[in-house]
T-cell receptor, first 112, second 114 residues
Framework: DADVTQTPRNRITKTGKRIMLECSQT?????MYWYRQDPGLGLRLIYY???????NKGEISDGYSVSRQAQAKFSLSLESAIPNQTALYFC???????????FGEGSWLTVV | SQKIEQNSEALNIQEGKTATLTCNYT??????LQWYRQDPGRGPVFLLL?????KEKRKERLKVTFDTTLKQSLFHITASQPADSATYLC?????????????FGKGTRLSVIA
């Protein structure tokens, strides 16, 4: 089983709909991240959380919100999806003071 | 904050040759720099970390160098194989202090041709 699990892996949704991407991890890490990847733009940080009570905006947080339900769970929501949010989304984790980031398998989101 | 440039979007090389990928950064020199491998449609996977006081790091056929004067890291794959075909990303801390997540380069897509 993957250490960082994302659901759904693929989703097509309509403009204006609310969509949630969920992430759970079994690595016991305190730190969790949501990244977005677009062709030609690389990986960009949306939100990150260093522990259950800590939420921080990343480079491109507009149009997104997150919830850290537990140490192992970090979900990303698009309150009203728009087509330019079509992308590959990655959840990731790392240890406090640790430098390595562990990524999930990604969630393909298409907004039509 | 830091800007990262990876030398080219794509690199094609012949099997058996050494692939060399470049990562350049602006501003300050980070305490460390990392390299990740990403296969199509998959999440990046950590390969190597090199610290500012290390000139070179090796892992099997992989070698990473870190030149803080040139503000550059080189990533080498020796005796390259078609299975090495992937996108390679460099990553480093965006600021030289504080607890902030890594910033990633856009990556270089390597194709090893048999």
């Amino acid at each position: 089983d993957a250490d960082v699990t994302q659901t759904p892996r693929n989703r097509i949704t309509k403009t204006g709909k609310r969509i949630m991407l969920e992430c759970s991890q079994t690595k016991g890490h305190d730190r969790m991240y949501w990244y977005r990847q677009d062709p030609g733009l690389g990986l960009r940080l949306i939100y990150y959380s260093f522990d259950v009570k800590d939420i921080n905006k990343g480079e491109i947080s507009d149009g997104y919100s997150v919830s850290r339900q537990a140490q192992a769970k970090f979900s990303l929501s698009l309150e009203s999806a728009i087509p330019n949010q079509t992308a590959l989304y990655f959840c990731a984790t790392s240890e406090p003071g640790g430098n390595t980031i562990y990524f999930g398998e990604g969630s393909w989101l298409t907004v039509v | 904050s830091q800007k990262i440039e990876q030398n080219s979007e794509a690199l094609n090389i012949q099997e058996g040759k050494t692939a060399t990928l470049t990562c350049n950064y602006t501003n300050y020199s980070p305490a460390y720099l990392q390299w990740y491998r990403q296969d199509p449609g998959r999440g990046p996977v950590f390969l190597l970390l090199i610290r500012e006081n290390e000139k070179e790091k090796r892992k099997e056929r992989l070698k990473v160098t870190f030149d803080t004067t040139l503000k550059q890291s080189l990533f080498h794959i020796t005796a390259s194989q078609p299975a090495d075909s992937a996108t390679y990303l460099c990553a480093l801390p965006p600021r030289n202090s504080g607890n902030t997540p890594l910033v990633f380069g856009k990556g270089t897509r390597l194709s090893v041709i048999a």
